[in-house]
């Protein structure tokens, strides 16, 4: 379905109540497969999701989890980990696109018996749970943390714990330091010392409790887009968020103050304020919060400032090439880019086209990304709800804020 979204303007003050963080979630749903002591509150509806808790509460041999990235790297350490039990985990045209390699080389050193059904290195693969008693295993540092994520879930569960090397520049730290935090939050002993990580096995002394899942920063990125391309005084109020927050994605406060717009934190909430103008050049490293690069190129865009972000190796390997899919698409709008494999650069353009229909190609963030361009002219997006992978209120939750949108 296609969605024309007519140059708009937003209210003065707003309010969104966002949905639980999907990488909080997911990560939170598989430990609680292995520790069905503790309670959930505010989980992602999310299709991620949806899907995380169908696959974990399924009994079937084949479990299909379309685009679910994060889901195909945790489900497939969760499977190997349970005992004679036989799963093939497989997944969407893309899913079988993007690499699996890594993570299922570092758990078949821990003794993990995984086999690929069609390409090499790459989904579907068949998945033979057992106990796994070998307890170290060495990775790059510079995968995507999601494998590295994948092992801390699992890692208590060995019979022996888990002692992890990273080799070399550790990225993504936020994301592994996430899921070392919640591993902490529901009593489990960790360490990351250097390069070394280490999960002690249970001890039978993490204790039940009901953890409340953070709202999504990704999620949020949008607002802070929105908020910058805004009237000076302009408020937007978010839920529920905290200052101190796991995600790494919460460098959107500091980054934002480029665009003029403040975070105030209050309770469990934040107001994003536009205070003031901003044109100047943007430079950033966003290796560690890769995910809110789209959103940050399209402000940019949107203001006719050049960028120049780095640190984006990861997002070739995502729903779809979103370097590529940000070049096609903001060249469609008159915008000139230059991507390398690990980085944009975006010149700065004086027009932005109307009625140009962006593609998204099956990837949540770029509908989201470009969607607040509303503000600055009309634009037709293509497979609008694509939205709902991440956040299904997306399209409703944005007129309620003002954005004139016709389905």
């Not at 005992?83 to 821990?110: C, F, H």
């Amino acid at each position: 379905m296609h969605f024309t979204l007519q140059k708009s303007k937003i209210a003065k003050q707003s309010s969104i109540q966002i949905t639980g963080s999907k990488s909080e979630s997911n990560r939170l749903l598989l430990l609680q497969a292995l520790y069905p002591e503790f309670k959930l509150e505010n989980v992602s509806n999310s299709d991620d999701s949806n899907l995380m808790t169908n696959a974990l509460n399924s009994k079937s041999e084949i479990i299909d989890i379309h685009h679910a990235g994060t889901a195909m790297r945790f489900l497939t350490a969760y499977f190997s980990i349970q005992e004679n039990r036989e799963t093939i985990l497989t997944g969407s045209k893309r899913m079988k696109e993007r690499p699996i390699k890594i993570l299922v080389e570092a758990l078949q050193d821990l003794g993990a018996e995984i086999s690929y059904e069609e390409n090499e290195g790459f989904p579907p693969i068949k998945i033979k749970g057992k106990k796994l008693t070998k307890n170290k295993v060495s990775l790059k540092a510079n995968v995507s943390s999601q494998y590295i994520s994948a092992l801390l879930l699992i890692a208590s569960k060995l019979e022996n714990g888990l002692e992890l090397t990273l080799e070399g520049e550790i990225t993504s730290i936020p994301y592994i330091n996430m899921t070392l935090s919640l591993l902490d939050e529901i009593g489990i002993e960790t360490s990351f010392i250097g390069n070394t990580i280490t999960v002690k096995p249970t001890t039978n002394n993490h204790q039940p409790a009901t953890l409340v899942v953070e709202s999504d920063w990704s999620s949020a990125s949008y607002y802070f887009s929105i908020a910058a391309l805004s009237e000076v005084g302009t408020e937007i109020t978010l839920s529920s968020y905290k200052e101190n927050s796991l995600q790494g994605d919460s460098a959107l406060v500091e980054i934002y103050k480029h665009f003029g717009v403040s975070t105030i934190f209050n309770e469990n909430s934040l107001t994003l304020k536009k205070q003031h103008s901003n044109s100047e050049s943007l430079s950033l490293d966003l290796k560690n919060a890769p995910d809110i690069a789209q959103t940050i190129v399209l402000t940019c865009f949107a203001l006719g400032m050049p960028c120049d972000l780095i640190g984006l190796h990861t997002l070739k390997i995502k729903e779809t090439d979103r370097l590529v899919a940000l070049k096609t698409e903001i060249e469609k709008l008159g915008g000139e880019v230059r991507i390398t494999d690990k980085s944009l650069h975006l010149l700065a353009s004086k027009k932005i086209k109307a009625m140009v229909s962006i593609a998204t190609y099956n990837d949540h963030r770029m509908a989201m990304a470009f969607a607040p361009l509303a503000l600055k002219t009309s634009i037709v997006i293509e497979d609008a709800m694509v939205v709902s992978k991440s956040y299904p209120t997306f399209w409703e939750d944005l007129k309620s804020v003002g954005f004139q949108i016709i389905k």
